[in-house]
């Protein structure tokens, strides 16, 4: 980020900061300064166009979040010898936050499913440390692309990937017991959107019908 980059940013927080101390925020102070009590959780890319409070018009406190690279959810593992940020943010939201949906934000262009469908390597052609072993968590989504969409362009295997790599992901929350368990006992719901960042359309996953279908129920125009 060049310094006029960051510059934006802090005139931004200079805006918000105004709007803060004022009315507007007098009811959000008040119970934020006691504790947070977010009803949904989102799983989101890290991709910077891809900012689930902007493109749902959230507010401060109303939604438990985590950015990773592809959003993806790995499946359940126990272990205290390695680093499981999601699941441990996973773990907060659904056991002790309590939300009552979970939502698995993917989208178009995604650099981390393209990362999984073409390998990636850094500037000298050496392999990444971390990225590979994190997006293999949706292998079996690649290795299904490639074979059900063998003759498409790289362009859209990796669409069907982006797609596949969410109901992985899907499939992988109920791969948690507390999860499997808070849906059971307390109603806690699941979902996959999609967003296209080219032309901003949202869908939802369609369990019923195993497909993407739009969020708002009917096509953009
Ligand atoms: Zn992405």
């Not at 989504?141 to 992901?169: M, N, T, W, Y």
Request: charged share 20%; net charge negative.
């Amino acid at each position: 980020m060049t310094g006029d980059a960051l510059a934006k940013l802090v005139e931004g927080y200079r805006e918000f900061r105004e709007g803060y101390v004022g009315k507007q925020y007098a009811a959000y102070r008040s119970w934020a300064s006691k504790a947070q009590n977010p009803r949904v959780m989102m799983i989101a890319c890290s991709d910077s166009r891809v900012n689930p409070a902007i493109l749902t018009h959230a507010g401060l406190g109303e939604v438990f979040m985590v950015n990773n690279v592809a959003n993806l959810v790995p499946p359940y593992k126990e272990g205290k010898d390695t680093h499981h940020s999601t699941s441990a943010a996973l773990e907060f939201a659904v056991c002790h936050l309590q939300v009552e949906h979970v939502v698995v934000l993917g989208h178009s262009r995604c650099g981390g499913i393209r990362a999984l469908m073409e390998g990636i390597t850094c500037k000298h052609d050496e392999p990444y440390s971390f990225i590979e072993p994190w997006v293999n968590i949706a292998r079996e989504a690649k290795d299904g692309v490639l074979v059900r969409h063998a003759g498409c362009s790289p362009e859209e295997q990796a669409h069907f990937c982006e797609k596949e790599a969410l109901r992985i992901s899907l499939h992988n929350l109920d791969s948690f017991p507390w999860v499997r368990a808070a849906k059971a006992q307390r109603g806690l719901q699941t979902h996959a959107w999609y967003f296209d960042v080219g032309n901003g359309d949202m869908e939802r996953y369609d369990a019923g019908n195993d497909s993407f279908i739009p969020l708002l129920g009917t096509p953009s125009p």
